[in-house]
């Protein structure tokens, strides 16, 4: 198994630590006042090369493994950032590597890796039908050299910060196919040409700032070539990158939880009340010491799905039960920080509240935990399939 401490891991942690020491605390809080979008800091990302890190070098990019790529978002969360602002990047990538045509891959993935193009978003969440994806009613419908696309999404993140979106559509009616996961296609769509010509962005007031948004399709045409793959396996296609995806988000909650666990037992020390620091009451400490242990054991299945990934063996059950344990421990992590620092917990300038906000999220989406449970149930412990 990859070793957390390993030389060149500890070199990237350097690395990205160095870099998010120019975006500190009161950078993100700004950014989060603002609702606005961390530019300065994405660019620094990409120049830096953290973003392609996964990019095969012929590409560009450097050619590193999942777990590289994991501690490059574990230690921006554990600087006190949002690296919710550029995982899409890291994730969607893999679907064009792994399934792209060759001139596919030749004409994008360079411009990725030197940040010329972003691809930070991907569509597949739709209003109607939510966690139940092969039930989608977004279409595609082949005429002559384009697809027209019809239907409607929602939660659909950084589309705006975005030239590019992996879009999960309907090209054969589910009436039609005999699996309900077939019929389904994955296109990469320019959303410099769709904004406004067929795709209208409607922007998402949510509890976090993160930029997310509902996507209308109006007879949006966009050209034959941008399908990704296979006509029909698209559903197959994202799946596939899911358990890098989670294993990256059970990295970031890691990252999370252990800014929540030092910034609590940094107060705990300082904060002196009844002649006394805080921490040195049981009660305070215990919640601390129980969110430390469980993102330790959380870190253990982390570093167990990234072996697995890397090794090309299958990660669906160690990367649905790392991103299970490392969500729940960095929420537990979050609970414990807010109740350490008491009223100041909700004070803006202490940065609780907002990584509070931001690592809640992480229960919900990208997946939802129910269906990690879901997953682990039917596949691995062999139960009936509920759905
Ligand atoms: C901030 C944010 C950003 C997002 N970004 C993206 C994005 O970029 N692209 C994208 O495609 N999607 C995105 N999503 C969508 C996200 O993946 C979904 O919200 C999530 O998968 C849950 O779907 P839903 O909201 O429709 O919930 P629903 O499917 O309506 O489910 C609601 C609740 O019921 C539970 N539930 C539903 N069915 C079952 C069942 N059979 N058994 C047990 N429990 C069940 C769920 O676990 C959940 O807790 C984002 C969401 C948020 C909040």
Known sequence: MTACNDEHLTAIREGVRALCADFPA??????????????????????????????????????????????????????????GTIHGQMYNMFTLLRHGSEAQKNHYLPR????????????????????DTTRIKTTAVRQGDTYVINGQKVWISRVQHSDLMILLARTTPLAEVTKKVDGMSIFLVDLREAIGNGLTVQPIANMVNHETNELFFDNLQIPADSLIGEEGKGFRYILDGLNAERTLIAAECIGDGRWFVEKSAQYARDRVV????????????FPIAEAHIELEAADLMR????????????????????????????????????QTHGGFGFACEYDVERKFRETRLYQVAPISTNLILSYVAEHLLELPRSF
């Not at 890796?113 to 930070?120: D, H, I, P, T």
């Open 26 to 83: 009161d950078y993100w809080r700004r950014i989060d006042e603002e609702k606005g979008f961390p530019d300065a800091f994405v660019s620094a990302m990409t120049a830096a090369g953290w973003l392609s890190a996964m990019i095969p070098e012929q590409y560009g990019g450097s050619g590193l493994g999942l777990a590289e790529a994991s501690v490059i978002l574990e230690e921006v969360n554990r600087c006190g950032g949002n690296s």
């Open 112 to 131: 990725l890796a030197s940040g010329e193009l972003r691809l930070q978003s991907m569509g597949v969440t739709e209003p109607t039908t939510g966690t």
């Open 303 to 338: 570093w167990q799905a990234c072996a697995d990934y890397d090794a090309g063996r299958n990660a669906g059950a160690s990367a649905n039960m790392a991103k299970y344990l490392a969500a729940k421990a960095s929420w537990e992590a979050a609970n414990a920080c807010l």
């Open 274 to 285: 009844f002649g006394r620091p805080i921490g040195q009451n049981q009660g305070v400490q």
